[in-house]
C-alpha cells in the first residue's frame, strides 16, 4: 500500500497510481497536503477507487487555490487555503459526494513542530474535530508522552476521542531517502479507504511501530475441489495474522473448516487412532459425500519463508503429496505431514464459550500445551533413538578395536618368539649343520611368513576403527 500527497496537486500521486496498476500487489492512495489558514496542514487521502473528477471536485472546494493543469511543468507557488481546519472539515463533511471518498489527518506533532495543530489556541477546534486519526512527521519514540496523550484523549481540554497515530515520511529530497524512514505498520483486510478507517479505530491493535512478527509457519491458500463447488474449483487466501470466515447459517463455514482439516491430516477420522477420538459423523458424511467422486484438498502454506503445496486426494487419502517450489514432489504419510507442520484444530465452538466457563478455558489451555507437547516429546523420542543408534555403533566398534588390540598383542608375542627361534637356529647351523629339529623349524617358514601378514591387516583394520571412533 502506497500513500502520495503533494502540496495541493494531484498530478505526482496520479502518475504513481497510473504505473502501479501494472501490478497486482500495489494499492495507491492519491492524496493531497492542505495547508489551512490557521497554519496547520492536513492530509487528505482518496479511496484507490475514487475517479478523477472526485479529486477535481475536492480541489474546487479550497477556496483561494488554483489547480494546475494535468500538464504544466511546475505547480503555482503553494498559498494557504482559505479555510481554517474546522471549515476544511465542516466543508468535507457537508459534501457526501465528497465525505464517503476520503480521510482527514491533520498533522500533530510536538509543540515545535511545523504547521502543527498541537500548538497554543488550537485545542478547542482539535477537541471536535470529526478525525479518528492524525499524521506525525517524527519517529513514533520520539513523540513526547504530552502530545500522545492528547492525541488519544487523556488530556480533556484536547477532547475525550482517541484518535490514531501515523508515522510519516515527508521527503523533500531528489534521492528519496527519507521515504519509508519512520516506521508504521497497519494491519488492512483489504485494500480501501474503509479498511484504513477500521484500522484508525482499533489502532491499538491494527497499527505497529515496531515491524510485526509474521508466522514462520502459515497457511497461505485453501482450494477445494468437490460437489459443493461445482464444475470450478474453489480458493480462499489467508493473511499472515488472525483470519475469520463469516457467514450465516448454513453458508459453509464448517465445510471450509472440515476441508482444511482433511488437507492436513487433522480430521476425526485421521486423529482417532492417535487419542481415541471418534470420528464425528456429519464431519466425516461431508468428506465421504463431496470428495469421494474425485475430490481433493490443495493446500499452499510456508515453513520458514519457503512455500509448499500439500495435496490430498480421497482416492488416496493415506497419503499428501507434496510440492516445493520446483514443482518436486514428495509423498508423506499422515503422520509425517503433522510433524511437517503441527497444527491443532478445534470442535465447533470450541473456542466461542472458552471464557465463558473458566474450567472449559483450562481444558482448551491445556488441550494446546497438551498438542505441543505431544511434537514436541515425538522430536525428544526421535532424537533418543537416532542417540542410542550412534552410542551402540560407538561401542560395538571400540569393541572391535579392543579385539583387535588383543590379537595384535597376542600374535606380536608369538611372531616375536618365532624371530628368537629362528635367530637360534641360525647360529646353531651356523656352527654344526642342519639337525632334523632344524628341518622341522624350515619347514614352518611360510607359516610365520602368514602370521606376519595377518599382524599387518590388524593394525590396518585398526587404524581404521580408530579413525571412525574419532569421527563419533
Same mark, same amino acid.
Not at 29 to 53: A, M
Not at 376 to 388: G, T
Given at each position: ?172 529530497t531528489e534521492t528519496w531517502d527519507r521515504l519509508g524512514q ?99 459423523? =456429519?464431519?466425516?458424511? $461431508?468428506?465421504? %459425500? ?7 484438498? +490443495?493446500?499452499? *502454506?510456508?515453513? &520458514? /519463508? ?103 598383542? =597376542?600374535?606380536?608375542? $608369538?611372531?616375536? %618368539? ?7 637356529? +641360525?647360529?646353531? *647351523?651356523?656352527? &654344526? /649343520? ?24 590388524i593394525q590396518v583394520s585398526k587404524e581404521t576403527i580408530q ?6
Amino acid at each position: 500500500m502506497v500513500a502520495i500527497t503533494d502540496h495541493h496537486d494531484f498530478c505526482m500521486a496520479e502518475y504513481v497510481a497510473e504505473e502501479a496498476s501494472a501490478y497486482e500487489n500495489i494499492m495507491v492512495f492519491r492524496g493531497i497536503e492542505v495547508t489551512c489558514q490557521d497554519n496547520v496542514q492536513c492530509i487528505v487521502l482518496f479511496d484507490p477507487s475514487s475517479h478523477k473528477r472526485i479529486l477535481s471536485k475536492f480541489m474546487g472546494m479550497l477556496t483561494g487555490i488554483m489547480e494546475a493543469g494535468e500538464h504544466e511543468a511546475n505547480a503555482p507557488p503553494t498559498q494557504p487555503c482559505r479555510m481554517n481546519l474546522t471549515e476544511l472539515f465542516e466543508a468535507v463533511q457537508s459534501e457526501p459526494l465528497i465525505r464517503e471518498h476520503c480521510i482527514l489527518l491533520p498533522h500533530f506533532s510536538h509543540l515545535e513542530a511545523h504547521k502543527s495543530a498541537n500548538s497554543q489556541g488550537h485545542h478547542l477546534r482539535f477537541a471536535e474535530l470529526a478525525c479518528d486519526g492524525v499524521y506525525v512527521e517524527v519517529p513514533y519514540d520520539e513523540l513526547d508522552i504530552t502530545t500522545r496523550n492528547k492525541i488519544w484523549g487523556y488530556v480533556p481540554a484536547w477532547g475525550k476521542r482517541r484518535r490514531a497515530i501515523i508515522a510519516t515520511g515527508d521527503n523533500k529530497t531528489e534521492t528519496w531517502d527519507r521515504l519509508g524512514q519512520y516506521n508504521c505498520w497497519l494491519k488492512l483486510g483489504e485494500h480501501s479507504l474503509e479498511a484504513l478507517r477500521q484500522a484508525m479505530l482499533a489502532d491499538e491493535a491494527r497499527i505497529s511501530f515496531e515491524e510485526p512478527q509474521i508466522p514462520s509457519e502459515r497457511i497461505t491458500q485453501l482450494t477445494i475441489c468437490s460437489t459443493l463447488t461445482g464444475n470450478e474449483e474453489l480458493s480462499l487466501t489467508f493473511n499472515a495474522g488472525f483470519n475469520a470466515l463469516i457467514g450465516g447459517r448454513g453458508s459453509g463455514k464448517s465445510s471450509f473448516i472440515e476441508y482444511l482439516r482433511f488437507g492436513l491430516a487433522r480430521t476425526a477420522a485421521d486423529l482417532r487412532l492417535l487419542d481415541g477420538a471418534s470420528p464425528r459423523e =456429519r464431519d466425516e458424511k $461431508l468428506i465421504d %459425500d463431496t470428495l469421494q467422486d474425485g475430490g481433493f484438498v +490443495t493446500i499452499t *502454506l510456508e515453513r &520458514d /519463508g519457503v512455500p509448499e503445496t500439500w495435496r490430498r486426494t480421497y482416492a488416496d487419502r493415506d497419503r499428501i503429496t507434496i510440492s516445493d517450489r520446483k514443482h518436486n514432489e514428495t509423498t508423506l504419510s499422515l503422520d509425517d505431514a503433522r510433524r511437517r507442520f503441527p497444527a491443532r484444530a478445534f470442535e465447533q465452538k470450541g473456542l466461542s464459550s472458552t471464557m465463558n466457563d473458566p474450567a472449559k478455558a483450562a481444558d482448551q489451555i491445556t488441550g494446546i500445551a497438551a498438542a505441543e507437547e505431544l511434537d514436541l516429546r515425538r522430536e525428544v523420542d526421535e532424537s533418543i533413538v537416532k542417540s542410542k543408534r550412534a552410542i551402540t555403533t560407538a561401542l560395538q566398534q571400540a569393541a572391535a578395536y579392543w579385539q583387535l588390540l588383543r590379537e595384535e598383542k =597376542r600374535m606380536s608375542t $608369538l611372531v616375536t %618368539d618365532l624371530k628368537e627361534r629362528l635367530a637360534a637356529n +641360525t647360529e646353531r *647351523l651356523q656352527a &654344526d /649343520g642342519i639337525s632334523d629339529a632344524a628341518m622341522k623349524i624350515l619347514e614352518k617358514a611360510p607359516e610365520y611368513s602368514r602370521a606376519s601378514s595377518y599382524i599387518r591387516s590388524i593394525q590396518v583394520s585398526k587404524e581404521t576403527i580408530q579413525k571412525k571412533i574419532k569421527r563419533h
